[in-house]
T-cell receptor, first 112, second 116 residues
Framework: GNSVTQMEGPVTLSEEAFLTINCTYT??????LFWYVQYPGEGLQLLLKATKADDKGSNKGFEATYRKETTSFHLEKGSVQVSDSAVYFCALQTGGFQKLVFGTGTRLLVSP | GAVVSQHPSWVICKSGTSVKIECRSL??????MFWYRQFPKQSLMLMATSNEGSKATYEQGVEKDKFLINHASLTLSTLTVTSAHPEDSSFYIC????????????FGPGTRLTVL
């Protein structure tokens, strides 16, 4: 079946450090890949997405590239801020307006 | 735009009682709504998918008689946990989408249910 594996957290960084959160997936067919972010007390928000191999999703300084050969979609940011502290979820979706399959989430804590 | 609300944000109830959670799309019409359950330090697990005016489609292993889902209008879906037990304590999250949003789902802030 379809599944998403994320690195366990929490990930603790100092402000302006480089961030990588690993995500790999298993899926039949050609899924779309997503990163969602959940700030404290809020609902999940779409951060970025990629719908086909080699696509790069980007938003708010975050980037992730759809790597079909390694079945990965790692999230990166060159310089994190305290305001980036949140839980990040990697997810996949196979076909149209279908259900999302989520990873377990990775908590990011950024200190000043 | 694309705001989804949930009510209540948290609820505590006694074992054996029923609890209703509302999910509303505030500024768009949601043709499809999804209900998820999230355990501590675990991923969101889809419980069911509901389309306005039709019966919900439940995921394997989800008891449809225990988790009643109603999607009576394009802006409201409800999840009722019937005869709740402590093992039903969890964080319940809804999301909503519309045909105009492509494949994007918009998530509510979640409801924390604690059954004593």
């Amino acid at each position: 079946g379809n599944s998403v594996t994320q690195m366990e957290g929490p990930v603790t960084l100092s402000e302006e450090a480089f961030l990588t959160i690993n995500c790999t997936y298993t899926a039949t067919g050609y899924p779309s890949l997503f990163w969602y972010v959940q700030y404290p007390g809020e609902g999940l928000q779409l951060l970025l997405k990629a719908t086909k191999a080699d696509d790069k999703g980007s938003n708010k300084g975050f980037e992730a590239t759809y790597r079909k050969e390694t079945t990965s979609f790692h999230l990166e940011k060159g310089s994190v801020q305290v305001s980036d502290s949140a839980v990040y979820f990697c997810a996949l979706q196979t076909g149209g307006f279908q259900k999302l399959v989520f990873g377990t989430g990775t908590r990011l804590l950024v200190s000043p | 735009g694309a705001v989804v609300s949930q009510h209540p944000s948290w609820v505590i109830c006694k074992s054996g009682t029923s609890v209703k959670i509302e999910c509303r799309s505030l500024d768009f019409q949601a043709t499809t709504m999804f209900w998820y359950r999230q355990f501590p330090k675990q991923s969101l697990m889809l419980m069911a998918t509901s389309n306005e005016g039709s019966k919900a489609t439940y995921e394997q292993g989800v008891e449809k008689d225990k988790f009643l889902i109603n999607h009576a209008s394009l802006t409201l879906s409800t999840l009722t946990v019937t005869s709740a037990h402590p093992e039903d304590s969890s964080f319940y999250i809804c999301s909503a989408g519309t045909s105009g949003s492509g494949d994007e789902q918009f998530f509510g802030p979640g409801t924390r249910l604690t059954v004593l």
